[in-house]
T-cell receptor, first 108, second 109 residues
Framework: GEDVEQSLFLSVREGDSSVINCTYTDSSSTYLYWYKQEPGAGLQLLTYIFSNMDMKQDQRLTVLLNKKDKHLSLRIADTQTGDSAIYFC????????FGKGTRLHILP | DGGITQSPKYLFRKEGQNVTLSCEQNLNHDAMYWYRQDPGQGLRLIYYSQIVNDFQKGDIAEGYSVSREKKESFPLTVTSAQKNPTAFYLCASLGGSQHFGDGTRLSIL
């Protein structure tokens, strides 16, 4: 079945850019998502990209999709302390499959 | 405002008890999902329903049951057969994207 892989941890200095990477196995995925989870809360949809797009930008967020390599990334510009959370990559085929999440830690 | 409501936020279960977690949505979405999240882990799919009166097992359905009698509601029952039920349970619905409730944290007394 579909497999979605992410690195588990990322540390970034406040004000720098964060880049969270994700790889997936199923090339028929139609939508690809990034979610944010703060402690004790549900998942908040940050952004998504259709499989026929290469890039999507939304304020400080940039999503890049490389379909050939099945690689999705989320770039957060000017990272702030409020960006500290777990970020989940998810891909959609007949159902949505999530990665294990990347914990983003902000260094002062 | 449209959204997904999960209740209760915290739930405690005694050994041998069944408990039911509530999930209600007013987004008019056909598909609804239940996930389990363990500390430091990702989301694992328990059950999902693409339409009223129909549901399918996910990856870890053993010890759980669901019903989908109404479009708005998708309750999850954690039965006494589930030997390790302590976890954070998330309900979601799917339209163009997947929307999540705030979760229910289940603990064993």
């Amino acid at each position: 079945g579909e497999d979605v892989e992410q690195s588990l941890f990322l540390s970034v200095r406040e004000g720098d850019s964060s880049v969270i990477n994700c790889t997936y196995t199923d090339s028929s995925s139609t939508y690809l998502y990034w979610y944010k989870q703060e402690p004790g809360a549900g998942l908040q949809l940050l952004t998504y990209i259709f499989s026929n797009m290469d890039m999507k930008q939304d304020q400080r967020l940039t999503v890049l999709l490389n379909k050939k390599d099945k690689h999705l990334s989320l770039r957060i510009a000017d990272t702030q302390t409020g960006d500290s959370a777990i970020y989940f990559c998810a891909v959609r085929d007949d159902k949505i499959i999530f990665g294990k999440g990347t914990r983003l830690h902000i260094l002062p | 405002d449209g959204g997904i409501t999960q209740s209760p936020k915290y739930l405690f279960r005694k050994e041998g008890q069944n408990v039911t977690l509530s999930c209600e949505q007013n987004l008019n979405h056909d598909a609804m999902y239940w996930y389990r999240q363990d500390p430091g882990q990702g989301l694992r799919l328990i059950y999902y329903s693409q339409i009223v009166n129909d549901f399918q097992k996910g990856d870890i359905a053993e010890g759980y049951s669901v019903s989908r009698e109404k479009k708005e509601s998708f309750p999850l029952t954690v039965t006494s057969a589930q030997k390790n039920p302590t976890a954070f349970y998330l309900c979601a619905s799917l339209g163009g994207s997947q929307h999540f409730g705030d979760g229910t944290r289940l603990s064993i007394l």
